[in-house]
């Protein structure tokens, strides 16, 4: 009796430790292409001479025969109380279209067992995207369907447009945590892909930048560096299927107490992965940009939005970067010129399908009745309707931009249905995952209408 006790005590412990201090918060990104996916994971601990680990991953195309090893590379995290390691490890020399299995082992601690699989690298791969800002630890409506779809097969890469948690920062890192536990059955499953929000903004966004690996230089590689430093968490691209997507900061242009230059540097770099993507257009042809707030608002009290003209002026046409000074570094033109076929935001806590519009003017379709068959400008989606801790705001709209608008929770799917066609849905939580818009977005040529007729 009493043995039994001493190993009913001996399994308790176990799993007490197990479940306080086992592997959590297990989440992936793209690696530099198809051939690679990185692992992402955090320890609380609280000092740092306790966070010396031997930590790895082991992964293989069977679940019994995890045959591939990489070393994780760790780093302490510290502001005030809140403090952790988080870990990364570049998985490499993977096969394109492929199921992948993989565990952590972490001293002598072994994660579950997760799957994965990479993206393709034919011209043919049509993939699914899941896209929306402002998803919440306490009110994350979005997640019990996102899980239902990633059960499903249904998404191959999930794009998170800025505001986390609420906030990552919060209870000393506490509510960060609880968010990466409750998005782990996802975002282990399929990447996860970012860009920073306003509510990131805490210790200059040191609590984002220490939670998530965007590869940075994915065009320019410099595969000798250690994955930390080839990271950017704020702006980053990478070619899927048939797209170049852009992921970028809108925030730089709301903090400038952290710094000015990170305006230009951001600029310039935009300016480059677009012309290289222009270059990739043939295989590529649609460009796709992300960032967390909308150039045209419809919310009504935002600080950052000109109620007047109802847009961000700072990042549609550019900021002051002194008094009086030229407004600089302006993303609307940058976008135009380059073909930008579509752009998401989040921070407004609806979903909003405007007109294709540019310079405040909407324009039509060019081949149908359709207004986004082959449009004669950008179109922009506003979905930051995920699971936000705020009521919806006010939704105000003086100009007729906005062609639907849902109050929903939700998040948005975009589909290609072939090289040079995208189904995009609006899934409504409130309406038990129905799809509450759809619309389709056509062109047939490797640039966007614009393009050709400026070209012409
Ligand atoms: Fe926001």
């Not at 992948?100 to 791969?125: A, C, G, Q, V």
């Not at 008094?323 to 989040?346: A, H, M, S, T």
């Amino acid at each position: 009796m009493k043995l039994l006790s001493i190993l009913l005590l001996i399994i308790f412990c176990y799993c007490f430790v197990n479940i306080v201090y086992g592997i959590k918060q297990v989440h992936i990104s793209l690696g530099t292409d198809e051939t690679e996916m990185i692992v992402t994971w955090i320890k609380p601990n609280k000092h740092y001479y306790h966070s010396r680990f031997n930590a790895s991953v082991y992964y293989g195309k069977s679940k019994t025969s995890l045959n591939q090893t990489v070393k994780a590379k760790s780093k302490y995290f510290k502001d005030g109380k809140t403090r952790y390691t988080t870990f990364r490890a570049l998985m490499t020399k993977l096969k394109p279209g492929t199921k992948y299995y993989y565990r952590i082992k972490l001293d002598s601690k072994k994660s579950s067992l997760f799957k994965f699989k990479t993206m393709k690298n034919d011209e043919n791969f049509l993939p699914r995207f899941a896209i929306y800002g402002d998803l919440g630890y306490r009110n994350a409506k979005s997640i019990p369907y996102l899980k239902k779809d990633v059960h499903k097969n249904l998404i191959d890469v999930i794009f998170h447009i800025g505001d986390f948690a609420y906030d990552l920062n919060s209870k000393h890192g506490r509510i960060g945590h609880k968010f990466m536990k409750l998005i782990e059955p996802i975002a282990s499953k399929v990447p996860y892909m970012t860009c920073p929000g306003n509510h990131e903004r805490h210790d200059n966004f040191s609590h984002y930048d220490s939670r998530f690996s965007m590869i940075g230089d994915r065009s320019q590689p410099i595969h000798s560096d250690p994955i930390h430093k080839r990271l950017n968490n704020h702006y980053h691209s990478m070619t899927i299927g048939p797209a170049t997507i852009i992921m970028f900061s809108t925030e730089y242009y709301y903090y400038t107490k952290y710094g000015w230059q990170q305006i230009e540097h951001q600029y310039r770099w935009l300016e480059q992965e677009l012309k290289l993507a222009n270059e990739n257009r043939q295989k590529h042809p649609w460009i796709i940009v992300m960032g967390h707030r909308p150039f045209y608002c419809v919310k009504v009290v935002d600080r950052s939005c000109d109620n007047q003209t109802m847009e961000r002026k700072e990042i549609r046409q550019g900021i002051r970067m002194y008094e009086k000074g030229e407004r600089q570094y302006g993303l609307e033109d940058l976008f135009f010129k380059y073909g930008v076929d579509i752009q998401f935001y989040g921070h407004e806590h609806f979903y909003a399908r405007f007109f294709p519009i540019y310079k405040r003017k909407m324009y039509n379709g060019t081949k149908s009745n359709n207004p986004y068959d082959h449009p004669g400008a950008p179109i922009h989606i506003t979905t930051g309707s995920a699971g936000s801790v705020k009521s919806h705001p006010v939704f105000h709209q003086s100009d007729d931009w906005v062609t639907k608008y849902l109050e929903d929770y939700g998040y948005t799917r975009l589909m290609f249905e072939d090289k040079y066609h995208i189904r995009l849905q609006q899934i409504s939580i409130n309406q038990h995952g129905k799809v509450m818009d759809e619309i389709e977005i056509l062109k047939s040529t490797p640039e966007p209408h614009w393009m050709n007729v400026v070209h012409q």
